[in-house]
């Protein structure tokens, strides 16, 4: 049989957070040919209105789609609470994969049955996140730590490095107090920034990134009848990267 054409995948995120999706998903689906968009002229989108950051992703979407790709994968914890409802209903039949706080997973894992979770206040705020928290809490407190101007002090970071330094200092104190023994990074942003935050807290709190749970979800979409938990093989030729960025 004729090898079929790379998968196409978009990506798009309010700055380089989705970055750290990005390489769980070069890892899953290393020939795919990946475009990434980060909209650095209006990063952070946190703070912003829903009807913003829903008008944005339809505008960032759909230059996505017209550029032919297969799957458009939202990396942005705000975006997908908030647009890709939107994003679905003006494309049917593309395929969407967006990234949640990984709550169900978070109380899974406490020990103590309290779990912590960073965000941006636009993602706390959406209705999408009241719903996780609801549907998975059980037994467990979830404390839901709004961490504005993180986002963009680890945009900024390679030019003011104290800054970002003493935002995480302020909350890894909080999170300390807060006694929570499992912490989700709920914005894509914050794993760039999981081993300074780990550091912080000590190796007796658990942090929780859904990246390679959305990766393997992408996977299983375009994957054919692969499984999601394969491999290509290491020999296999990387598809090619484009990254975009609107400032």
Same mark, same amino acid.
């Given at each position: 049989a004729p090898d079929r054409a790379p998968d196409r995948i978009g990506i798009f995120d309010s700055g380089i957070g989705g970055l750290s999706v990005l390489r769980a998903v070069r890892a899953h689906l290393p020939t795919a040919t990946l475009t990434y968009i980060a909209d650095s002229r209006h990063t952070p989108w946190g703070e912003r209105s829903a009807a913003w950051v829903s008008a944005r992703c339809l505008q960032l979407a759909g230059w996505l789609i017209g550029d032919g790709c297969d799957l458009v994968l939202v990396a942005c914890n705000t975006a997908t609470t908030q647009a890709i409802a939107a994003l679905r209903t003006r494309w049917p039949g593309q395929h969407f994969v967006g990234v949640e706080p990984?709550?169900?997973? !978070?109380?899974?894992?406490?020990?103590? =049955?309290?779990?912590?979770?960073?965000?941006?206040?636009?993602?706390?705020?959406?209705?999408? *996140?009241?719903? +996780?928290?609801?549907?998975?809490?059980?037994?467990?407190?979830?404390?839901? *730590?709004?961490?504005? @101007? +993180?986002?963009?002090?680890?945009?900024?970071?390679?030019?003011?490095? &104290?800054? +970002?330094?003493?935002?995480?200092?302020?909350?890894?104190?909080?999170?300390?107090?807060?006694?929570?023994? &499992?912490?989700?990074?709920?914005?894509? =942003?914050?794993?760039?920034?999981?081993?300074? +935050?780990?550091?912080?807290?000590? !190796? @007796?709190?658990?942090?929780?990134?859904?990246?390679?749970?959305?990766?393997r979800r992408v996977h299983s979409l375009l994957g054919g009848s692969t499984t999601s938990t394969t491999r290509a093989p290491t020999n296999a030729t990387p598809g090619s990267l484009r990254l975009y960025s609107t400032a």
């Open positions: 990984g709550i169900k997973p !978070a109380v899974a894992a406490s020990r103590n =049955h309290r779990v912590a979770v960073m965000a941006t206040t636009g993602t706390l705020r959406s209705p999408r *996140l009241q719903q +996780l928290v609801q549907a998975h809490v059980g037994r467990a407190q979830v404390l839901q *730590l709004p961490c504005p @101007g +993180l986002a963009e002090a680890i945009e900024a970071s390679g030019d003011h490095p &104290t800054a +970002l330094a003493a935002r995480l200092d302020q909350i890894s104190a909080a999170l300390r107090a807060s006694g929570a023994d &499992t912490v989700v990074l709920g914005c894509t =942003h914050y794993p760039l920034v999981a081993a300074a +935050l780990q550091q912080r807290l000590g !190796a @007796g709190i658990t942090l929780i990134d859904t990246a390679e749970a959305v990766a």
